[in-house]
């Protein structure tokens, strides 16, 4: 079975300070992987996907980054934080053509003061 | 591009109640469509999915059938709990090798006891 593990599990960051959100794959090999964010009370915006290491791509341009360093490792990364930065963030594996389900941690909540 | 609509919430109803929550696709292709679900806290889960025309998807009550003539993939269920209470999110992946999934906003069900 495919597990999706996601750290840490809640983080309030000071405006300004870097950031580092850690998404690790359990089961198949060679997943898709994605990042999304979720505002309150909003649906989900996709920000980053990649099909292989190394291999990432960006949806909103923004002061967020991605990496994928291991083929079943996804950081999400800022530099600095800004306000609008907080929510609700939720890395995703699919396997296949993108056709598959997707299968999401359980999510990290962010609070940007 | 790609688009999902689901309509909007939040929805409350009373147990044991007939639930129908709308869904339409705009969509190139030949997509697979799915329906998540998003309890407090936590990330989102497949409840179920159809991958072509007139498929009907099922799970724990749940009910969605596929028609590709009215582009909509409404989920029914026939009595809800209270455990019920969650996000659900209409969702549709691409048929022609793209790999991403395309979400709708959400729509939130509060069931009363």
């Known amino acids: 079975s495919q597990t999706i593990h996601q750290w840490p599990a809640t983080l309030v960051q000071p405006v300004g300070s870097p950031l580092s959100l850690e998404c690790t794959v359990e089961?198949?090999?060679?997943?898709?992987l994605y990042w999304y964010r979720q505002a309150a009370g909003r649906g989900l915006q996709l920000l980053f996907y990649?099909?292989?290491?190394g291999q990432i791509s960006s949806e909103v341009p923004q002061n967020l980054s991605a990496s994928r360093p291991q083929d079943r490792q996804f950081i999400l990364s800022s530099k600095k934080l800004l306000l609008s930065d907080s929510g609700f963030y939720l890395c995703a594996a699919g396997w296949g053509a993108g056709t598959d389900t997707q299968y999401f941690g359980p999510g990290t909540r962010l609070t940007v003061l | 591009g790609d688009s999902v609509t689901q309509m909007e919430g939040p929805v409350t109803l009373s147990e044991e109640a007939f639930l129908t929550i709308n869904c339409t696709y705009t969509?190139?292709?030949?997509?697979?469509l799915f329906w998540y679900v998003q309890y407090p806290g936590e990330g989102l889960q497949l409840l179920l999915k159809?991958?072509?025309?007139?498929d009907k998807g099922s799970n724990k009550g749940f009910e969605a059938t596929y028609r590709k003539e009215t582009t909509s993939f409404h989920l029914e269920k026939g009595s809800v709990q209270v455990s019920d209470s969650a996000v659900y999110f209409c969702?549709?992946?691409?048929?022609?090798?793209?790999?991403?999934?395309?979400f709708g906003a959400g729509t939130r069900l509060f069931v009363k006891a």
């Open positions: 159809a991958t072509k025309a007139d």
């Open positions: 990649s099909v292989g290491i």
């Open positions: 089961g198949t090999s060679n997943p898709n």
């Open positions: 969509a190139t292709g030949y997509p697979s």
């Open positions: 969702a549709l992946s691409a048929g022609t090798g793209g790999f991403k999934t395309i």
